[in-house]
């Protein structure tokens, strides 16, 4: 009986050391690395979100770095189309590939499969949007406690991406969004095994701060700059170049201190500069606009 090739997962907070293990790994079984990082996909953004540098990408073959641009629609379901065509292909030449997460659901779509949902009308998805822009996530969390309770008491409470996920199903087919949530994953025709990396807390926000501080070093707000992200994600500071003028605005920072903020998420990778954001009231900026520091949340 053929063995099954075998898929290594390589899992683990931000800053951990993921990347170089990865590529120690994959020469070590002369394979290739698998990126499961949902924001690497993007050829717009590489300081703000981490990606391999050149030396590290000469290292190793990497696919799904940088390949996409943000202006493309590109969903979870996508990822797990391509990179089970992808896997079929490299299997066929190495019966071990690493794939190093990076973004968990990513990984799980790969390795457990995705649950099917049905199509959900936009307009739906506009009015929660709405609603959660004039009303706050509380509402929102309350319309799902009555909705679903059942995915109430295992969603992340302060994700309103997946609350509003959850709450346009509910709506869209009168029905909880968990009865559609599988209890089975899809069967695989690789194994998997998963290293995760850990450390002590301090070690990893020790790094975290340092990396930030190599990010804005390196040219992260420039980056956001350059680049129009789409703007719409998360918790939002804006970065006033004359934070003076505002002071009184709250949500307004300097860049000083949008670098702390950055520090103080729980993943700076996920912390993306983001498209322009006009002086309020059509005020003169003088050539600068505001930039938008969003933490964003895997849909």
Same mark, same amino acid.
């Given at each position: ?12 907070p ?6 170089s293990l990865?590529?120690k ?16 996909f ?5 300081i ?22 943000i ?5 979870? !379901?996508? *990822? &797990?189309? $391509?990179?089970?065509? %992808?896997? @079929?292909?490299? =299997? ?6 690493v ?10 779509a790969?390795?457990?499969g ?6 959900v ?7 929660l949007?709405?609603d ?5 996530i ?15 008491d295992?969603?992340?409470?302060n ?13 869209s087919q ?8 599988k209890?089975e994953?899809k069967?695989r025709e690789?194994k998997?095994?998963?290293?995760g ?13 340092k990396?930030?501080?190599q990010?804005?070093?390196? !040219?992260? *707000? &420039?980056? $956001?700059l350059?680049? %129009?992200? @789409?703007?719409? =994600?998360?918790d ?6 004359n934070?003076?003028k ?20 729980d ?10 954001w ?6 003169e ?10 933490y964003v949340?895997?849909?």
């Amino acid at each position: 009986m053929q063995r099954k090739p075998l898929l290594i997962c390589i899992v683990g907070p931000t800053a951990i050391g993921k990347t170089s293990l990865s590529i120690k790994v994959a020469n070590h079984f002369s394979s290739e690395i698998i990126s499961a990082d949902s924001r690497q996909f993007y050829k717009e953004m590489t300081i703000g979100t981490a990606v391999p540098s050149k030396e590290e990408l000469k290292l190793a073959k990497h696919h799904f770095i940088q390949d996409k641009s943000i202006h493309e629609p590109y969903t979870v !379901g996508d *990822f &797990e189309t $391509a990179t089970i065509k %992808k896997l @079929n292909e490299l =299997f066929k030449k190495n019966s071990k590939v690493v794939m190093v997460g990076g973004s968990g659901l990513y990984v799980d779509a790969v390795v457990k499969g995705l649950d099917e949902f049905p199509l959900v009308q936009l307009s739906i998805r506009d009015s929660l949007n709405i609603d959660f822009q004039e009303k706050g996530i509380e509402y929102l969390q309350n319309k799902l406690k009555e909705k679903d309770p059942k995915y109430y008491d295992m969603v992340d409470l302060n994700n309103h991406h997946r609350i509003i996920r959850a709450l346009e199903v509910c709506e869209s087919q009168n029905k909880p969004y968990s009865s559609f949530l599988k209890s089975e994953c899809k069967s695989r025709e690789f194994k998997t095994i998963y290293i995760g990396l850990e450390a002590d807390r301090e070690v990893i926000y020790d790094r975290i701060n340092k990396r930030v501080d190599q990010m804005v070093s390196d !040219g992260l *707000f &420039e980056e $956001a700059l350059e680049e %129009k992200y @789409n703007s719409a =994600f998360g918790d939002t500071i804006l970065i006033d170049p004359n934070p003076s003028k505002f002071s009184g605005i709250p949500g307004r920072a300097d860049f000083s201190t949008a670098q702390e903020y950055v520090k103080r998420t729980d993943n700076p990778d996920n912390c993306v500069m983001l498209m322009n954001w006009p002086y309020p009231n059509g005020e003169e900026n003088n050539g600068w606009d505001l930039q938008a520091i969003k933490y964003v949340n895997p849909k």
